[in-house]
Nanobody, 111 residues
Framework: QVQLVESGGGLVQPGGSLRLSCAASGILFSFYSMGWYRQVPGKQRELVAAITSGGSTSYLDSVKGRFIISRDIAKNTVYLQMNSLKPDDTAVYYC?????WGQGTQVSVSS
C-alpha cells in the first residue's frame, strides 16, 4: 500500500521560510517523478515544483528563485524548501506521485 505523508507546514510571517517533507512508503521515489502541488479554496490545484527520476527540477514561475525541491533517496523523502514566503503562498500543499496524493499540509503566510 502506497502512502505519502507530508509534514512541515505552519504559520510563518512574510519573508520567512518553511521546509515541507513528504515521506513515502510502498513506493521508491527514485524511480518516479514527484511533485508538490498547492490549492486554495475555490481555485484549482496547481503544480508548484517537480523533480524527475533523473533529478531534474522545474518550478511554477511565481516561486522560481524562492522554492527548492529536493529528495533524499536513502530516506525515500522529498522536500520543498520555501524561502521568502509571501501571503500569496498561503495554501494547502500536497505531495504527489503517479496517482497517489498525500493528505496535505497547511501553509499560512501572514503577519
Amino acid at each position: 500500500q502506497v502512502q505519502l505523508v507530508e509534514s512541515g507546514g505552519g504559520l510563518v510571517q512574510p519573508g520567512g521560510s518553511l521546509r515541507l517533507s513528504c515521506a513515502a512508503s510502498g513506493i521508491l521515489f527514485s524511480f518516479y517523478s514527484m511533485g508538490w502541488y498547492r490549492q486554495v479554496p475555490g481555485k484549482q490545484r496547481e503544480l508548484v515544483a517537480a523533480i524527475t527520476s533523473g533529478g531534474s527540477t522545474s518550478y511554477l514561475d511565481s516561486v522560481k528563485g524562492r522554492f527548492i525541491i529536493s529528495r533524499d533517496i536513502a530516506k525515500n523523502t522529498v522536500y520543498l524548501q520555501m524561502n521568502s514566503l509571501k501571503p500569496d503562498d498561503t495554501a494547502v500543499y500536497y505531495c504527489h506521485c503517479m496517482q497517489y496524493w498525500g493528505q496535505g499540509t497547511q501553509v499560512s503566510v501572514s503577519s
